[in-house]
C-alpha cells in the first residue's frame, strides 16, 4: 500500500481533524535516524531484559517478582485491591507471555513468537475455579489472544513448520468469551465487575463495577465476534455499551461506579482518570474498527462534556455528572493517555499542552506518580507509587506520530533514561513504591512488555506500521482496520454504481453518501482523490477556528461545522 493510500484511510477515519498519518521513517530521509536506531536497541534490551527473566523465573505464572526472582499468580488480583475470594488451587495463566505476544511481533522475534503460540495452543486452559475482574480478563488476555491470532493469519509467514497454526489462538479466545457471557445475565445488561472461569457469576457477588468495568469491552469482544462469526459476544459488550450511554446525565457525563442489577449510579463524581478512562478511549476506536455513526456520535458528545466540565488549562480535574461542578484537583498516571486519544480525535494543540504538563511532573519527579494534588501542588499521602504505567510513553508515540516533532523523541529518550535508572534491577523491571525515595516494589506489571516498551518501542521505530492500520487496545494490542468489519450501505452506494464521472482527467464527483464506504482504497483508480460535492473546505489547513464562520461543509455527511470551545472545527452541532 502506498504512502497515499495509508494517508487516505487516515482522513477518512480521524473525523475531527486529518492530521494523524503514519508516515514511517524509512519514507524518506530522516536526519535523526542515527538516533532512533540508537534508541530502538536500547528499548529493545529492556523488552528482553524483562521477558527473559519472566521465561527465567516465573514462567508459566503470572507474572515476574523481580526483586526476590519469583513469580506472583496475580490475573485473580488485577483489581482486587482488598484481596478478597482468592483461589487456592490458580497456578496461573501465563499472563505475562500472553501480554508479551503482539511486542514479540513487532520488534521482529517471530521464532520467540511461533514458540509462545505452540506454547500456549497446547497447554493453557482457562478450566480454572478462579475469580477475575471481567475487564482486565478482557484487555490483557481476550486482547492478547484475539490480537496475536491476528498477527498469526495475517499475509507475513511467520510460522516456519507449515499448518502448524491452526486457529488454536483464536478457538482459546472463543473459549473465554463464552466464559465471560454469564456476567452479563443481568436486569440491565451491564456485566458484573467479577466472574469465576469455572462457575460463572458467584453467589452473592458484589453487583458495583465501574464506567469502564461495563463500557471498554467492545474493541475485544467485537473483534471476536467478526472472527468467529459467533454475535453473541458483540452483542452483549454492545448492549451494555448502549445501556451505559443512557444513563449519562443531562450535561453528557457520566459516574464512576454503579449498580449492573438496579443501572442506579453510586459515585458520581468522575473524570478521565481511573475507572472511567478507557470509556471514552472505546467509544472513539470502536468508530475506528467497526465503522459505527454510533460510537462516533456517543464519543463526540462526551468529548465535548469532558472539554467544557473537565478541564481547566492544559489539566482535567473531576466533576460531579449531575452539575458539572468541580469535586477533586488532582492528576493521575491514567490520564496520561488522554493527549494520544486527543490525537486520534485531531485536537492536537490540547494535547501537546495538556502532553507538556505530565512531562513536567515526570521530570520533576523522576517518573510520574500515581497521584498528584494539583490544588495543594504535593503528591498524594499514600498514592506515590509508579508501577511501570505505559500511559505518558504511549501519548509521546501519537504525538510525534502526528507531528514529527523531535521534541518527543526527547522526552522518549528522558522516559527510557529514567526507566534504566530508578526501575531496572538485576532479573528485570521493579515498580517503584514510593517516588519521593525510589523505593522499589517486587513486582512487574504484565502491561510493562504489552505497552510500556511497545509504545517506547515504536517511537523510535514504526517499521512495523509500514502499509498497515492498526487500532490499539486501551492494553496496547494492535487489531488491524479492515473494510470487512465495518458497516456496510446499499448497494446503490458502492463506489461501482457511481454514475457521475464525466472525464478522465476531471475529478471524480461522488455523492456524500458514497464517500461513507470509501476507502475502498481501488475507488480512486489513479485519479485525483474523490470529493463529496458538497464539501467546503475550512478556512485554515489546520482546522483551528475563532468563530463558526471560518469552518466549511463536511466532506462525508454535508452537515455544516462549527467552531468546538477547544477552538477546532468539527460536527459539534449535531451533538
Known sequence: MST??????????????????????????????????????????????AYDNYMM????????????????????????????????????????????LSSLVIMGNETEFEKSVL???????????????????????????????????DS????????????????????????????FDTPTGLPYAWINLKYGVMEKETTETSTSGCGSLILEMGALSHLTGDPRFESAALRALRKLWSMRSSLNLLGTTLDVQTGEWIEYSSGIGAGVDSFYEYLLKAHLLFGREE????????????QKYFRHGPW??????????????????????????????????????????????????????????????MLHPTEKYYPLRPELAESTFYLYQATKDPWYLEVGESIVNSLNLHTRVEAGFASIRDVTTMELEDHQHSFFLAETCKYLYLLFDDSFLVNKNYVFTTEGHPLPILSSWHERLPEAYIPSNWTSLKGEEQQK??????????????????????????HVPDVRAHHRCLADEDCGVDSISCRRRSCSISGYCGLWLSV
Open 4 to 49: 497515499v493510500n495509508i494517508k487516505t484511510w487516515a482522513m477518512m477515519f480521524l473525523l475531527i481533524s486529518p492530521t494523524l498519518f503514519i508516515e514511517t521513517s524509512s519514507s524518506k530521509l530522516d536526519p535523526f535516524a542515527a538516533k532512533k536506531k540508537r534508541m530502538s536497541d536500547k528499548v529493545r534490551k529492556m523488552f528482553y531484559h
Open 57 to 100: 523465573y516465573a514462567f508459566p505464572h503470572d507474572e515476574l517478582k523481580p526483586l526476590t526472582k519469583t513469580y506472583t499468580n496475580s490475573l485473580s488480583e488485577l483489581g482486587n485491591l482488598k484481596l478478597e475470594h482468592l483461589p487456592q488451587e490458580y497456578n496461573g495463566t501465563a499472563l505475562t507471555l500472553i501480554e508479551s
Open 119 to 153: 506454547w500456549l495452543s497446547e497447554n493453557l486452559s482457562f478450566d480454572v475455579d478462579a475469580r477475575i475482574n471481567l475487564f482486565e480478563c478482557n484487555i490483557r488476555v481476550l486482547g492478547g489472544l484475539v490480537s496475536a491470532h491476528i498477527l498469526a493469519t
Open 156 to 183: 507475513t509467514n511467520r510460522f516456519t513448520k507449515k499448518g502448524s497454526y491452526r486457529n488454536q489462538l483464536l478457538v482459546l479466545a472463543e473459549e473465554l468469551g463464552n466464559r465471560f457471557l454469564p456476567a
Open 295 to 306: 460510537f462516533w456520535r456517543m464519543f463526540q458528545s462526551a468529548y465535548l462534556a469532558v
Open 316 to 377: 482535567y480535574h473531576e466533576a460531579d455528572m449531575r452539575t458539572g461542578r468541580a469535586t477533586y484537583w488532582q492528576l493521575t498516571s491514567l490520564q496520561a493517555f488522554w493527549p494520544g486519544l486527543q490525537v486520534l480525535a485531531g485536537d492536537i494543540a490540547a494535547a501537546n499542552s495538556s502532553h507538556r504538563e505530565f512531562f513536567y511532573v515526570w521530570q520533576q519527579f523522576g517518573v510520574l506518580p500515581e497521584r498528584y494534588l494539583l490544588d495543594h501542588q
Open 509 to 534: 464527483r461522488a455523492s456524500a453518501m458514497s464517500m461513507k464506504i470509501c476507502p475502498a482504497l481501488n475507488c480512486g483508480n489513479g485519479r485525483q482523490p474523490v470529493e463529496s460535492i458538497c
